[in-house]
């Protein structure tokens, strides 16, 4: 019997640095995305891309923003 399925995983990439009103300071912080994979015997073998999911978080308090919300200084 074989055994496959989708997977989704919520994944953190760094995405650069923004003024965070949490934890008042410049700090690094990062896109949420949803990444999908075809499993197979619950084993990721393909990556299927990933969903932007418009939310960020800041990797120095954890706190999650709304992307537009935030002012990045590139
Ligand atoms: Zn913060």
Redesign the pocket.
Known sequence: MIIFGLSTKEKRKPAGQFD??????R?SYAKLVHARRFTLFFIPILPLGSNDTGRAI?Q????EFSRGMIQTTT
């Open positions: 965070c009103p949490a934890c008042n300071r700090a800041c120095n308090c954890g706190s």
